[in-house]
């Protein structure tokens, strides 16, 4: 027998035992609602069938709606808000929608998401280091390893040699401007990092200087240049640069800046910290391809 529970006081913990969404369902979600309603009207004709014509619903109708409500990942829970709206937020990048960012967000930042507890990816060990604005040192180049296993003595050997460049290149390279604003001049000047002798691959050297100018450089990994190859036509990151810049600078105005904000606040609440609407993005873009 199944033992019957309150209705209204069933949080799904989001389990996917019972096949719905991963999605965090609560108390006082529309689905609930729906739910308790249908068992209730059923349990309401089954009373009032003895007394009038409406037929009685049937056993096997009664006891699937009670299972569904006691099926694994339904526990009681009274009091609890309903489903956050923020986990139906989702961006235009490229011209295609990227759905559950909040969720991969929060996933990514150590922040207990839909699919289960707190985990921990390069957010605690590249994001909330904290970097000296107007020179690379060795630890910058080190918590890049966060993003970009292999460093090798070669790329090391760069950033200690060619130091003075780089901070010069810093020195003329505003700090508190986002991509989105970004004039054409200044998109010249990101530009030219592909220009440099002897340089990394490009791809470490934006997660390096990404924590320098963290509203303007953008990180370039495989699956962000795979993102906008629809609007680069290009494959490797040295070609797609221009056009990189460019197509991110666009999707980080409009609505996407409105919701990356009110993510940004959401953030900071929990974390006593944010980030930027180019890091949001790149992590939503990133962590869609994380199981």
């Not at 401007?177 to 340089?199: F, K, N, Q, S, Y």
Request: hydrophobic fraction near 45%.
């Amino acid at each position: 027998m199944v033992a019957a529970v309150p209705f209204g006081t069933l949080a799904c913990k989001g389990c996917g035992a019972c096949g719905r969404s991963s999605r965090r369902r609560q108390a006082g979600s529309p689905v609930r609602a729906a739910v308790a309603k249908l068992a209730t009207d059923a349990w309401a004709r089954g009373v009032i069938g003895w007394f009038s014509f409406p037929p009685l619903p049937s056993m096997s109708q009664v006891l699937r709606m009670f299972l569904v409500l006691g099926a694994p990942g339904w526990e009681a829970a009274e009091g609890e808000d309903m489903d956050d709206p923020m986990y139906e937020f989702e961006l235009r990048v490229a011209g295609s929608r990227v759905p559950d960012i909040w969720d991969r967000i929060r996933r990514y930042c150590g922040l207990p998401w839909s699919g289960g507890p707190a985990e921990t990816w390069a957010y605690r060990y590249y994001d909330v280091v904290e970097t000296e604005h107007s020179r690379v040192g060795p630890l910058d180049v080190l918590t890049a390893a966060a993003l970009h296993p292999a460093l090798s003595r070669t790329d090391l050997g760069y950033f200690h040699d060619n130091a003075s460049r780089i901070d010069a290149w810093l020195s003329a390279t505003p700090v508190d401007v986002p991509l989105r604003d970004a004039g054409e001049e200044l998109i010249g000047h990101l530009e030219a990092l592909t220009t440099w002798p002897a340089a990394p691959s490009l791809s470490l050297m934006t997660k390096v200087l990404h924590r320098k100018r963290p509203q303007l450089v953008p990180l370039v990994d495989r699956h962000v240049l795979d993102c906008y190859r629809p609007l680069t036509g290009e494959r490797s990151a040295a070609a797609a640069w221009p056009g990189l810049l460019r197509g991110l600078r666009d999707d980080l105005a409009g609505q996407n800046a409105m919701l990356l904000t009110k993510i940004n606040v959401a953030l900071e609440q929990e974390l006593g910290r944010g980030l930027t609407h180019t890091r949001l993005l790149d992590i939503a873009v990133w962590m869609g391809s994380r199981g």
